[in-house]
């Protein structure tokens, strides 16, 4: 019989809040504080946001990931707009209702990057553009770490990438909805993570918190100015909340709660789940090996990318656990999902999800005949 489940692995912000991060919610709540980030919590954010990516950056609590993107995108670019690089797989280009184009102006310009990636080669591809004015300027390059299909650039491909958007006289804005997976994946700080690009949004809600990112300016040269630009574009883009010291307070809590061993939440919550997903991945491994699907991705950071026969998504769907087809596979009949896990998914989850995937793939078709007494 096919076991019954009700898990998810649709997206990690599916999953609860992180108890370390209620707590701070709890903790900034009561009485009366000035409002609009001249708070309490939010001054301990931007010490926090300091000690993390330098003395000189400066961070903007927002609500959304979307609206950190729009905001650093507005930010990077000059008043007139332009065009964003980035891959065909990013959230700015498929995801988020054409804002970047409405709110910002800016006209995203993709490349094919089949694995979510994107090599300084492929910055030819706009460059001829620059200085025509029949075409939207190709002045930001916008990349996502770790990437939408859950790789992760490697840390000399992203520095690679990053110097040569720089050469080219374009700002490097990292969509890190998942930074802290991809920080975890390389062993190394949020910072480190960036590659030296100029503005990220920093995730959050992904990462265990209740709703909040952050905009926060990398680049020293860059502090001065489009810090000085943030405050107005944030309000304009409707992300600049009254009562922020909510928001700030998660945004602490992910970067400098830390446990016995000193790892902050971050790192804790993006630790287990990648390696959730690993662990995911190797349960799924024999049903590949057995032609049942087939790893479309590598599982770099928390998501494992697999094309299965349509009815088997189906059936596995019918057991209550959820998650997201990505999109049609490379045959008829076949479709590529996306399995997501979080800072809460559970061994145990990993264990059924990958049960009711070994039965829907081997029916039982007959009951064992009783043995004669
Ligand atoms: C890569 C990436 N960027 C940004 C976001 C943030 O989106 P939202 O506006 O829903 O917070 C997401 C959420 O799915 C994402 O996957």
């Known amino acids: 019989m096919t076991p019954t489940s009700a898990i998810h692995f649709a997206s990690d912000n599916y999953a609860s809040v992180h ?87 800016l006209k995203v310009l993709a490349l094919d990057s089949p694995d979510g990636r994107l090599t300084p080669a492929q910055l030819d591809r706009y460059a001829g553009d620059l200085g025509d004015e029949h075409r939207a300027q190709p002045l930001v390059l916008s990349l996502t770490q770790s ?76 502090s001065p100015s489009v810090g000085h630009d943030l405050p107005y574009l944030r309000k304009q883009a409707m992300q600049l909340g009254s009562k922020m010291r909510y928001v700030s307070a998660q945004l602490t809590a992910l970067l400098t709660s830390t446990d016995e061993a000193g790892d902050p939440l971050w790192l804790r919550n993006a630790r287990h789940s990648n390696a959730m997903a690993t662990l995911l991945r190797a349960e799924l491994e024999p049903l590949a090996r057995d032609g049942l699907l087939r790893f479309t991705q590598p599982t770099e950071a928390n998501a494992v990318f697999v094309e299965m026969p349509r009815t088997l998504a189906d059936d596995i769907r019918a057991t209550g656990t959820r998650f997201y087809d990505w999109k049609p596979g490379t045959t008829p009949g076949t479709v590529e999902v996306r399995l997501m896990c979080s800072w809460d998914t559970a061994a145990s989850d990993v264990a059924l999800l990958a049960e009711v995937a070994r039965a829907a793939a081997h029916p039982v078709a007959v009951e064992a005949p009783a043995e004669d007494a």
């Open 19 to 105: 108890p370390e991060v209620l707590a701070a919610i709890a903790a900034a709540d009561g009485g009366h504080e000035p409002a609009y980030g001249s708070d309490a919590a939010t001054a301990e954010f931007d010490a926090a946001v300091r000690a993390t990516f330098g003395e000189h950056a400066v961070g903007f609590p927002v609500f959304n990931g979307t609206g950190a993107n729009v905001v650093s995108l507005t930010a990077l670019s000059p008043r007139w707009g332009g065009g964003v690089v980035a891959s065909e797989h990013a959230h700015i280009h498929n995801d988020e209702g054409g804002a970047p184009e409405k709110v910002a102006g």
């Open 147 to 222: 990437t939408e299909v859950g790789t992760v650039y490697a840390l000399e491909e992203l520095r690679a990438l990053v110097d040569a958007a720089h050469a080219r006289g374009m700002g490097v804005h990292v969509d890190g909805a998942r930074i802290a997976n991809a920080a975890a994946a390389l062993g190394v700080g949020l910072l480190e993570a960036c590659g030296g690009a100029d503005v990220l949004s920093l995730g959050g809600t992904k990462n265990g918190a209740m709703l909040g990112e952050a905009v926060v300016v990398l680049n020293p040269e860059l």
